[in-house]
């Protein structure tokens, strides 16, 4: 029988409620309703939570591990997405548009009349010490290590000559220059306030400290009485394999110098096809990874054919030159003659994540040292004709080739 109740207020409340259930009720595809346990959020909210947290990416947003690397001393940002390390000189980083690109193999064509190549190379080892990333040296000597005491230290700006001063000097108490090596405690020291600069300039005559030298990963290998290449390529992938790229990030940065590939010490220098296995090899695992490899050679002691494989096989090519002491022509050519000690040439620099070429200003570049004591790339300058003042080679005031006036003239 149906109850007669007339149905209340509160009835009718409830019935709303069970039908507004109903209604948001999920089903499936054949309409049945799916029960839902109390303790789950509705559909709407947990979307909505998912959307708020989740984060957003796409091919436009920026790399954050990229933006993060800017911490790391030593370390720059180019353009492209290219990230740079010094070469330890400052103008030929600006000649290179900001340095040895990351995952790089440079080569240096050596002089057979003067070492010039080793003040590239020193720079690029000091440097790499300064911002305390790990290197590894190869050099055709039987104490490769001994080579670590000839590298420069970099030198104290004007700046911070200024601002650090001594405190016993400022209370009045002045010591002798002979006797300050004796207190350790107020020496000034090149990373005092935690900041590196990019790029130093090096004392070439001042040896470099031994703070950074000790403590550091410095690896030595001596190629002079390898009957192979195996131990350099090992020792090699073994250094570079803790700069992987496969994680993303840069945690470190490593360098390696070897010096005078193709030295005649070696017993390897008429394996002309494994060496140049070797450098193809190194080209490969550098690329990889977050290091940049300058390797040295005579191309003299190469077949010409050989010589300029290797030439191809270099990301960023340079070549030095030694300026003979009297060249009568060449300083009446030059401005600045006494000054130079050598020249250098830029054949080829990195390009990658790029098509556009790169444009140098000038390939030549005159190698000074300032004071004797700082090194300086220079473009090559023209002397004057005559000893007039003003007009150079190239350069006249007309635009008639001859001098004398005439109707033509303009």
């Known amino acids: 029988m149906r109850s007669s109740t007339p149905w209340g207020f509160a009835d009718f409340c409830f019935e709303r409620e069970a039908k507004a259930k109903r209604r948001n009720q999920p089903t499936d595809r054949s309409g049945r309703r799916i029960e839902v346990p109390k303790n789950r959020k509705p559909v709407d909210s947990v979307s909505a939570a998912m959307s708020a947290t989740k984060t957003r990416t796409s091919s436009f947003s920026r ?13 720059k940002h180019g353009p492209n997405g290219i990230m740079f390390i010094s070469s330890g000189i400052p103008d030929l980083d600006k000649i290179l548009g900001g340095g040895f690109s990351l995952g790089s193999l440079v080569m240096v064509m050596e002089d057979a009349e003067a070492p010039h190549h080793m003040l590239l190379l020193r720079s690029f080892m000091s440097q790499g010490l300064v911002h305390n990333q790990p290197l590894l040296y190869a050099s055709p000597s039987k104490e490769p290590r001994q080579f670590l005491g000839t590298l420069p230290s970099p030198a104290v700006p004007k700046d911070d000559k200024s601002s650090h001063r001594d405190p016993d000097e400022e209370k009045g108490l002045r010591i002798a220059w002979q006797y300050k090596k004796y207190f350790g405690e107020n020496q000034q020291s090149f990373d005092r306030d935690g900041k590196h600069e990019f790029c130093n300039e090096f004392d070439l005559r001042k040896p470099l400290e031994r703070q ?11 190629i002079q009485d390898s009957p192979n290449l195996i131990t350099l390529h090992d020792r090699c992938a073994t250094f570079l394999s803790q700069f992987s790229r496969s994680d993303g990030s840069i945690s470190s940065v490593g360098r390696i110098a070897i010096q005078s590939f ?5 017993e390897y220098t008429d394996m002309e096809w494994d060496m140049l296995s070797f450098l193809r090899s190194l080209r490969a695992m550098v690329r990889s990874s977050n290091a940049v490899a300058v390797v040295t050679f005579p191309p003299s002691l190469l077949l010409p054919s050989f010589s300029i494989r290797w030439q191809h096989m270099a990301d960023t090519l340079l070549s030095v030159k030694a300026i003979p002491d009297e060249d009568k022509e060449l300083e009446k050519l030059l401005t600045g003659y006494q000054d130079m000690v050598g020249l250098l040439n830029v054949h080829k620099v990195a390009q990658n994540n790029t098509q556009v070429p790169v444009i140098l200003e000038a390939t030549t570049y005159s190698m000074k040292l ?3 004591r700082f090194m300086v790339l220079e473009c090559l300058n023209q002397a004057p004709i005559d000893d007039s003042s003003g007009s150079s080679y190239g350069t006249s005031g007309s635009c008639s080739v001859s001098s004398k006036t005439g109707a033509l003239d303009f």
């Open 63 to 75: 790399n954050f591990l990229a933006a993060n690397s800017h911490q790391i001393p030593g370390l």
């Open 370 to 372: 300032k004071r004797r």
């Open 212 to 222: 950074f030298l000790s403590g550091k990963c410095i690896d030595c290998v001596s």
């Open 262 to 266: 193709c030295a005649p010490q070696c």
